[in-house]
């Protein structure tokens, strides 16, 4: 869980500085989404109160850089809790103040964090548990940390039987169609690849890990394997089409499947190779 935490906050961070450049146009308000607009499409109640009581644009710009600046406490891991609970309460304002521009990494993200504010995350790596003195203690109740690995196979569950109830998926093809979007591609494919059973195998081989990563990673002897299978997934969508970071914010779950022995075991070998 600790390790999670440094990758949410790593992952916070660059996303929240992708931001940046834009802020005021998605945010002030002689932006592109008037608070009264937003006001009239949606029913959150964290909106109408903005509506009634606007921010001024230096504000949003402050929450923004408060936030920027809780992801990394986070990395750091100093007060992560009330960290993680300053990021989130701004995220949540911000996506009620423009709902239009968040992406499915800012949705990922924002389900992470609740859970993760239960979660034992200072016990390790952190400055929090450098600073503090007195015995701790070594076992905590996991329940956070299952809830965040039922939310990531929630998400390859419902893309799973999305998938099975799409005719270009079946008929194994899908891929094909995902890959020749011009304007979501971030590389063309080559040539090489450009073949009916190369596309075939890679839809199917898509239903197989999405079944794999929310039903088989429950077995302890093919979970690397299925962990490997999925970094590959990811990143060859992310090498191929443009979807921000969506892939790192489904990946960063993958360590919630990692005992801590093995992550001990992996330091040791680490410190060992110095």
């Not at 992952?11 to 607009?37: K, Q, R, S």
Request: proline letters at 6%; hydrophobic letters at 50%.
């Amino acid at each position: 869980m600790c390790l999670f935490r440094i990758l949410f906050g790593l992952l916070t961070l660059v996303n929240g500085i992708a931001y940046l450049p834009d802020l005021l146009v998605w945010f002030g308000a002689e932006g592109a989404a008037p608070i009264e607009a937003v006001f009239s499409l949606t029913d959150n109640p964290l909106t109408h109160w903005l509506a009634r009581h606007p921010l001024s644009d230096a504000t949003y710009v402050r929450l923004v850089y408060t936030q920027l600046l809780a992801s990394c406490c986070l990395i750091v891991g100093w007060q992560s809790r009330l960290s993680l609970l300053v990021w989130w309460i701004i995220a949540l304002l911000l996506r009620a103040r423009n709902p239009a521009i968040w992406h499915q990494c800012d949705v990922f993200l924002r389900l992470a964090a609740f859970p993760l504010l239960f979660a034992p995350l200072s016990e390790r790596y952190s400055l929090d548990s450098w600073l503090r003195r007195g015995p701790r203690p070594e076992r905590f109740a996991p329940w956070a940390q299952r809830l965040l690995q039922l939310q990531m196979c929630a998400i390859y569950f419902e893309g799973f039987f999305e998938k099975m109830s799409g005719l270009l998926w079946r008929d194994g093809i899908a891929v094909y169609y995902a890959l020749h979007f011009p304007d979501g591609m971030r590389h063309e494919v080559p040539a090489w690849m450009d073949q009916e059973w190369i596309y075939n195998l890679l839809t199917y081989f898509t239903f197989l890990i999405e079944l794999s990563l929310w039903f088989l990673i429950w077995f302890p002897p093919l979970r690397y394997v299925i962990l490997a299978g999925g970094i590959v997934f990811h990143l060859g969508i992310q090498y191929f089409l443009h979807l921000d970071y969506l892939e790192y914010a489904i990946m960063i779950y993958y360590v919630t499947f990692i005992p801590p022995e093995d992550l001990d075991r992996l330091g040791r070998w680490l410190r060992g190779k110095r």
